[in-house]
């Protein structure tokens, strides 16, 4: 996956995504969606609700947190 791409996984109701990185997230992760709502809107974009927050590790900030809304990215 690249920065900003989301995908299903083999599981049809998990999804993937990989935040865009930006200055204040420098480091985002590839992570799971597994608490979320997802939306799949007819034109191939998702809505998740509520927002994503990954987590750092250890002494680390949080590697990403905002939302994706129709497939756009935006940080809280």
């Known amino acids: 996956m690249s920065p900003g791409e989301y ?3 083999l599981n049809p109701n998990e999804w993937w995504i990989y935040p865009p990185p930006s200055e204040k997230y420098p480091t985002p992760h590839i992570g ?3 608490i ?3 939306e799949e809107h007819e034109d191939g974009t998702i ?3 509520p927002s994503i927050r990954e987590l750092g590790y250890q002494d680390m900030p949080d590697a990403w947190h905002g939302f994706l809304k129709h497939g756009v ?3 809280a």
Request: net charge positive.
């Open 7 to 9: 995908r299903k996984g």
């Open 32 to 34: 799971r969606i597994a």
């Open 36 to 38: 979320h709502t997802v």
């Open 47 to 49: 809505t998740v609700s």
């Open 73 to 75: 990215w935006s940080e």
